[in-house]
């Protein structure tokens, strides 16, 4: 139980929501090194089978904006593993747009995804855990919870990722006496798709840097030990945080 070991998850079923792409991947890359069979939720076929053969990992279809599509994920990698360990849920979608210019549309999409899919995911994963009376669940939130990022305007994000810090809260009290772990995981800036455009742009750059105590953005490497650590045994007694990852981004 002590000592280096419990970092490993050798035997663990993870299935990772999101693990084709950037952070989900890296996370799934070093759940995988760290012993766990892997399998990854993702949208779309052709990426998720590419992912899933160089990750050594099973790939399921899941959409998390569709209840009917997660619920069918998560009975397939209990059909084939029998169970989950660990749970990553870090699909993600971003709206960089001034508040009063969002549509209704782009406020609940941005919210169906990010809030709702997390939402989906751990009442289906949870019913499985919940039975089996043990799991650790990881929800990928986002610095943008409890910051507000500058100078780039994006104010749907970050109510959506606030909430699914405040919803991981809830479900680790909640679930906690019957044996399941929740945490948020919060990564600041990093180097994937998702930021692939505004990092082309200086004006946006060049501010989060100066913002960010250790000077650069994150590798999806550097956000993946975090979520090893809080899946792992060896935070068997942490639940309930949102663990931030970002540079020291929310420290000044
Ligand atoms: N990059 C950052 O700076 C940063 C900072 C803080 C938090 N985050 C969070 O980290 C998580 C991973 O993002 P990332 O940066 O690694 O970017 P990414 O590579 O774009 O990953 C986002 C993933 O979410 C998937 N996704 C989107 N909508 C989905 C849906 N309806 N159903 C299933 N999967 C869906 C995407 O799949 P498709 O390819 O099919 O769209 C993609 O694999 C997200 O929750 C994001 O909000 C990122």
């Not at 809030?115 to 751990?122: L, P, S």
């Not at 100078?151 to 909430?163: C, D, E």
Request: charge should be negative; aromatic fraction near 6%; charged fraction near 15%.
């Amino acid at each position: 139980m002590y000592g280096t070991t419990s970092f490993r998850t050798d035997g663990k079923i993870a299935f990772v929501v999101g693990g084709a792409t950037g952070i989900g991947y890296a996370i799934a890359a070093t759940l995988r090194d760290h012993g766990a069979e892997v399998y990854i939720g993702v949208r779309s076929g052709d990426v998720g089978a590419a992912a899933a053969a160089q990750l050594d990992a099973t790939y399921v279809p899941i959409d998390v904006t569709d209840s009917a599509s997660v619920s069918s994920a998560v009975r397939t990698v209990v059909e084939t593993a029998g169970h989950i360990d660990i749970a990553i849920h870090g699909a993600g979608t971003r709206l960089g747009k001034p508040a009063e210019d969002t549509t209704d549309e782009e406020w609940l999409g941005v919210l169906d995804v990010n809030t709702n899919g997390v939402f989906r995911c751990c009442r289906e994963v949870g019913k499985v855990m919940l039975e089996a009376g043990s799991g650790s669940i990881v929800n990928i939130g986002s610095m943008s919870a409890s910051v507000v990022n500058t100078p780039q305007k994006q104010s749907a994000y970050n109510a959506s990722k606030a909430a699914v810090v405040q919803y991981t809260r809830s479900l680790a009290a909640e679930w906690a006496p019957r044996g399941i772990r929740v945490n948020a995981l919060s990564p600041g800036y990093t180097i994937t798709n998702m930021t692939a455009q505004s990092r082309s742009r200086p004006e946006l750059v060049n501010v989060w840097l100066a913002r960010t105590p250790l000077g650069r953005l994150a590798e999806p490497a550097e956000i993946a030990g975090a979520a090893m650590f809080l899946a792992s045994d060896a935070a068997t007694y942490v639940t309930g945080q949102d663990l931030v990852v970002d540079g020291g981004y929310s420290a000044w």
